[in-house]
């Protein structure tokens, strides 16, 4: 079955530094998702990428979607404490099925002062 | 508009023992995913409902499962608990299904004893 994979599995980072998760799945998707889970929380979206070779920024993050819609990463620029969570990608498949949304495994961000 | 509410929160049960979990959507969304969060397996999806329908399932044994009511009330039933069902289950409404953004709820934590 699908599988999405994500890289690394942690980071630690001092504040200031910048971050980025990559997002890699087995098959080709018809659109990635980004969602961030404050620890203790639930995931909340934070975006979506349709086009092969998108790129979305908001503030200081930055979504890229891959030219064969297989792998997407998510980069932060000078992170703050407020950025630390676990950010998880989503692949969605269109199946004659159904659609299938596959969470990555996620990368969880810890920012140190 | 309120947003997507889960019941009960905390729940303690004993192997053997049967569950029913409740989500209720945001108003207007006719789509309630269900997704099974462990530290070591991630955001695992469970089944997606559409206006009653089942329209995709996990890879979840037959003791997972779920339904959907008119007003697009979403309970899971988890039969014969195994300790490994220990988890936090998410429920996640969405206006087009999993096409776009999901909006989670917090979440009910599951313990078996």
């Known amino acids: 079955g699908q599988q999405v994979m994500q890289i690394p599995q942690y980071q630690h980072v001092q504040e200031g530094e910048d971050f980025t998760t990559y997002c890699n799945s087995s098959t080709t998707l018809s659109n990635i998702q980004w969602y961030k889970q404050r620890p203790g929380g639930h995931p909340v979206f934070l975006i979506q990428l349709v086009k092969s070779g998108e790129v979305k920024k908001q503030k200081r993050l930055t979504f890229q979607f891959g030219e064969a819609k297989k792998n997407s990463s998510l980069h932060i620029t000078a992170t703050q404490t407020t950025d630390v969570g676990t950010y998880f990608c989503a692949g969605l498949v269109l199946t004659g099925g159904g659609n299938k949304l596959t969470f990555g495994t996620g990368t969880q961000l810890k920012v140190e002062l | 508009k309120a947003g997507v509410t889960q019941t009960p929160r905390y729940l303690i049960k004993t192997r053997g023992q049967q569950v029913t979990l409740s989500c209720s959507p945001i108003?207007?969304?006719?789509?309630v995913s269900w997704y099974q969060q462990t530290p070591g397996q991630g955001l695992q999806f469970l089944f997606e409902y559409f206006s009653e329908t089942q329209r995709n399932k996990g890879n979840f044994p037959g003791r997972f499962s779920g339904r959907q009511f008119s007003n697009s009330r979403s309970e899971m039933n988890v039969s014969t608990l195994e300790l490994g069902d220990s988890a936090l289950y998410l429920c996640?409404?969405?206006?087009?299904?999993?096409?776009?953004?999901?909006?989670f709820g917090p979440g009910t934590r599951l313990t078996v004893l």
């Open positions: 108003s207007g969304h006719r789509s």
């Open positions: 996640a409404s969405g206006s087009s299904g999993t096409y776009n953004e999901q909006f």
